[in-house]
């Protein structure tokens, strides 16, 4: 069903090319992408690299696509609802716009150097279509394991199963901002000071007040969700 094939990197230009002779807004570093553009690379991906197989496999069995804004850490998740029965694939739109300004590092998706946004994009959508082909053939899938690495690198020479783009804990890091440290902000035109508890999309801060809930450390404090980029580091 998954016989290794000569060219990953041809299938992936060939996919490259009609997407973007109908959907233009995605080129290079696009700024928008919708659940739309997410189906259009899986259906290019099917019959190019599946030979058709995931539709067919599928039948009436529905298969939807959402680009999520709350995913800080993973990349692509592919789930399978149960009762009724559908498959989704779901894009972090927070780390594809996180990534790729010019001053950043280099990134990798699954191993491999993702030049553009673009590139990103299609290699995790590949990455998802073998959970999907794997789901839909064994019932289960798991990207650790060894027969998703062969699959996977088999329809597309993917190398690892993890991304390596620059995540918003990352990000909040490097300007020593991660958990545990003293930070200040605004809030409805009043500075606070507190600590960081948690970084995701938004830093949870935990700023001291009576009237807050209490914490492990017998201190009240009142919880503030903040974006990262309006902490700055505080004196201890
Ligand atoms: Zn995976």
Redesign the pocket.
């Known amino acids: 069903m998954f016989a290794p094939r000569p060219a990953p990197d041809a299938d992936r230009a060939w996919v490259r090319a009609r997407l973007l002779a109908g959907a233009p807004h995605l080129a290079g570093d696009f700024q928008r992408i919708h659940a739309r553009d997410l189906r259009r690379i899986g259906t290019l991906y099917d019959g190019r690299s599946f030979d058709g197989t995931l539709a067919r496999t599928l039948g009436d069995t529905p298969l939807t696509y959402r680009v999520s804004g709350r995913m800080t850490r993973c990349l692509g998740l592919t789930y399978r609802h149960l009762q009724p029965l559908r498959f989704e694939i779901v894009v972090s739109s927070t780390l594809l716009f996180g990534n790729f300004d010019p001053a950043d590092r280099g990134v990798q998706v699954v191993g491999l150097d993702a030049r553009d946004r673009l590139d990103a994009l299609l290699l995790v959508m590949e ?1 998802e279509l073998v ?1 999907l082909a794997e789901l839909l053939a064994f019932g289960d899938s798991d ?1 650790a394991a060894d027969r998703f690495a062969g699959i996977a690198h088999g329809l597309f020479g993917h190398r690892e ?1 993890t991304h390596r783009l620059i995540t918003p804990r990352e990000r909040a890091h490097a300007r020593g901002i991660g958990v545990g440290a003293r930070v200040a902000f605004e809030h409805r035109g009043q500075r606070h000071v507190g600590v960081v508890n948690r970084v995701g999309r938004r830093a949870t801060v935990l700023v001291p007040d009576p009237k807050g809930a209490r914490y492990s450390d017998g201190v009240c404090y009142a919880k503030f969700y903040v974006p990262p980029d309006a902490l700055t580091p505080a004196d201890p």
């Open positions: 990455h959970h990207c199963h």
